[in-house]
């Protein structure tokens, strides 16, 4: 079956059994026992996709069942003191209300209040093809965004517009933060990072958020306006790619795997004017080489493992790891298992001491990549098992603060507008 027929029937089924549910329920309409069975089995398949929609993110995002020993005081209170700030996190994508403590995925806004999580970005997936793997994805491959849209009963606008997509999400974030009763703020620039940081200091149960997305494909060659009107809804990170190769950039991922083209070039250029950080993660090799030849800020790669501990393609290498460090960027050590090659915290820490090792401690931060169809180690509220690991490594307390949040704060300084 070709891509195309394929992403139609994702997209056209359930609405297909709900005209067909209606059209048959109004052939029998006159016979009442015929009806109800006439209408059974489209209706039956609306609420399957529904379910199997509604269940995805549960299903795809588990906590891994190693067992995690006890945080001691001190790792604790050094927990507490510190800014956490995590890079990359979907919750976004799955429809929960993150106001509510969730049993289903990674995060929420309590569970990140009970892990001391003072930033958290909140990234766009906007497309997925259907079948995406590490090697080579390819792009025409049916969306799975595509069934989202449909079974979490997102707006009809969001059906085939990746932006509306955009700024539907960026919607529902203000909403969230508006009945937050300012537990939940958007981080537009350096004066709202201070505020927040304040409040944090002060003992209040504050999250900051802040919108990117991750794969510039949203964008279209003429991206000016469309880039304006995102940056107006929040957007201050953005990576080039996703799984797959676009019109900007190439991606690890991706079947070509090139690196920036002359629009993508214009396109770091109008990320950096605005204020809008920019993402290395998912970029092909090339990609990273181009984008830092000539970045004029930090950048950060916000979820990633490295290759000298878990060694796969699309893991960073030590050079990219130095030449990131070089453009005084930081790099976010995911804590799921096909990362770091290991279901724990120490696993995670073994990849940070990694690029320590090579490159100092100013340049590791916390890429969790929580709600990205991973198995993560713990959901947000078990970061401060991440500190009393560091502990145990034997890493000094200054370098865990800069881990948690010290150098992406950093970066943000250097990087929003
Ligand atoms: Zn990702």
Known sequence: MSPAMLNALIAFVPALSVAAAVGLYWKFRSRGAMRAVAILPPLACVVLSVVVGQSIGTILNPVA??????????????????????????????GRD???????????????????????????????????????????????????????????????????????????FEDMAARSDGRLRLVRDRGDLETLLAARRAGEQVVGGLLAIEGSHVLSSDFRDELDAFFARGLRMASLTHFFDNEFAGSVQGLEKGGLTMRGRELVAAFESRGIVIDL???????????????????????????????????????????????????????????????????????????????????????????????????????????????????????????????????????LP
Do not use: K
């Open 65 to 94: 069942s190693e067992p995690h020993g006890p945080v001691g005081d001190e790792a604790l209170a050094l927990h507490r003191e510190s800014i956490v700030a995590d890079l990359h996190a979907d919750p976004l994508l799955f």
């Open 98 to 172: 993150l106001l509510e403590r969730s049993e289903a995925g990674h995060v929420d806004i309590p569970r990140l209040l009970d892990g001391g999580v003072a930033l958290q970005v909140f990234s766009l997936v906007t497309r997925a093809p259907l079948g995406y793997n590490e090697e080579a994805t390819d792009p025409d491959r049916p969306d799975l965004i595509t069934l989202f849209a449909l079974t979490h009963f997102w707006p009809p606008s969001t059906y085939f517009s990746q932006r509306e997509r955009v700024l539907y999400h960026a919607g529902r």
């Open 281 to 415: 993660a998912h970029a092909s090799h090339a990609t990273i080489d181009d984008v830092l030849a000539i970045a004029r800020r930090p950048v950060v790669f916000s979820h990633t493992g490295v290759a000298g501990t878990c060694d796969q393609y699309h893991n960073l290498r030590d050079e990219h790891v130095r030449a990131i460090a070089a453009n005084g960027g930081v790099i976010g050590i995911g804590l799921w298992d096909t990362a770091v090659c290991g279901s724990t915290a120490r696993h995670t820490i073994r990849a940070m001491r990694h690029v320590i090792d090579l490159v100092g401690d100013s340049h590791v931060g916390l890429g969790s990549d929580f709600d990205g169809y991973v198995r993560a180690h713990f959901d947000a509220s078990g970061m401060p098992l991440l500190t009393q690991a560091m502990l145990d490594e034997g890493f000094e307390p200054d370098t865990i603060r800069r881990i948690l949040g010290g150098n992406v704060l950093r970066v943000l300084r250097s990087g």
